[in-house]
């Protein structure tokens, strides 16, 4: 059976934004939907999220599928890096591989290691046959050229949406019929 897990970004929760909407509308076309709690949200850690996101799936294969919020894409990433099997492919919203603005040195420091630490793109690439990047042209952690850039040589098809922020609640985004289509 095709499963999606779905990974809420930094500071986030599983019921928030729009992650909620795409659990539902997922479910009604017949996938089994997953959006574990990450733990110490508020100060994400490499090894401890990618861990619990490995401990969530038990074993991949090409009909699992992802969906990543913000920092929760760096997550899956890392994920698929780890693995030699394909998966049936992942959506990243507002995805990164670089932050500009954060409120204080603290974010930085946490921030550091997930920015500074190298994401081996080809190994991904070898099990990630399709991918796709919603990302804003206003997001306020910057860097979107270099975002948009790194996730092409990915091989992510590129959508973007203009004046969405960080395309959360916040933004106007309760739903994000974009992301769903990925999977139609």
């Known amino acids: 059976m095709k499963r999606v897990f779905i990974i809420h970004g930094w500071s986030g929760k599983p019921n928030e934004h729009w992650l909620p909407w795409l659990k539902e509308e997922l479910e009604n076309l017949g996938f089994n939907v997953f959006v574990p709690e990450m733990s110490h ?6 090894e401890k999220w990618v861990g619990e996101l490995r401990v969530a799936i038990g074993t991949s294969d090409s009909e699992t599928y992802f969906v990543g919020h913000s920092i929760g894409c760096q997550t899956i990433l890392r994920y698929l890096e780890s693995i030699n099997i394909s998966v049936g492919g992942a959506v990243f919203v507002a995805g990164w591989f670089n932050l500009e603005n954060m409120e204080d040195p603290n974010e930085e420091e946490i921030a550091k290691p997930w920015i500074e630490t190298p994401i081996d793109l080809e190994k991904v690439k070898k099990v990630l046959p399709r991918s796709e990047l919603i990302i804003s042209d206003n997001d306020p952690y910057g860097c979107f050229e270099e975002n948009k850039r790194k996730f092409s040589e990915l091989g992510s098809k590129i959508k ?13 985004y309760s739903s994000l019929p974009e992301a769903l289509e990925f999977f139609k």
């Open 41 to 46: 949200n508020d100060e994400p850690v490499i």
């Open 160 to 172: 973007v949406l203009h004046d969405a922020g960080h395309i959360t609640s916040d933004d106007g």
